[in-house]
């Protein structure tokens, strides 16, 4: 996954789409197959193809338990163009993270649920939740996440 999400990042569609195959043979348990699966389907969208999901799979994305692959889970559900599935999966990655004491990667999935509302022209929850995920990132050592979340707050900054 994180491959996949350096090769999306680098805007390398065709590295990408071969991470995707590869991910697919070497996935070993339910929750990797799943998101595999959810990752070659967006792939496939991108080239323009059918992404060859079952309802269930998406379906099967709430049963996640770890933030971690719930906040892969959203995002590519957001390449799927399901972005009501992707806040939700998000917002409970966040949940999790939260009961499972796991600042760091609470920092992490913040910054993506910032965006979800400030997509939704949420400012003042944008604001709050970019505020909480800047503190943790600074607190967890993660100079890449604090800098995203100060961009948010930038965009949000009221004279």
């Known amino acids: 996954m994180l491959f996949g999400e350096a090769s999306f990042h680098a805007n390398a569609a065709k590295a990408w789409s071969e991470i995707a195959e590869i991910g697919e043979l070497l996935a070993d348990d339910t929750d990797d197959a799943l998101l595999s699966r959810l990752f070659r389907g967006v792939c496939r969208i991108r080239e323009g193809a059918d992404p060859g999901l079952l309802p269930s799979d998406l379906a099967s994305l709430r049963g996640i338990s770890d933030p971690v692959k719930l906040t892969w889970a959203g995002g590519m559900t957001w390449g799927l163009g399901d972005r009501d599935l992707g806040r939700q999966l998000r917002r409970q990655a966040v949940s999790q ?4 004491g796991a600042a760091g990667v609470l920092a992490w999935a913040l910054g993506f649920v910032v965006a979800d509302e400030l997509s ?6 944008a604001e709050a939740y970019a505020e909480e ?27």
């Open 97 to 100: 993270a939260r009961a499972a």
């Open 120 to 125: 939704r022209g949420h400012f003042g929850s």
């Open 133 to 159: 995920g800047y503190q943790l990132a600074v607190e967890t050592g993660q100079p890449n996440s604090a800098c995203d979340h100060q961009g948010s707050l930038a965009l949000v900054a009221r004279p």
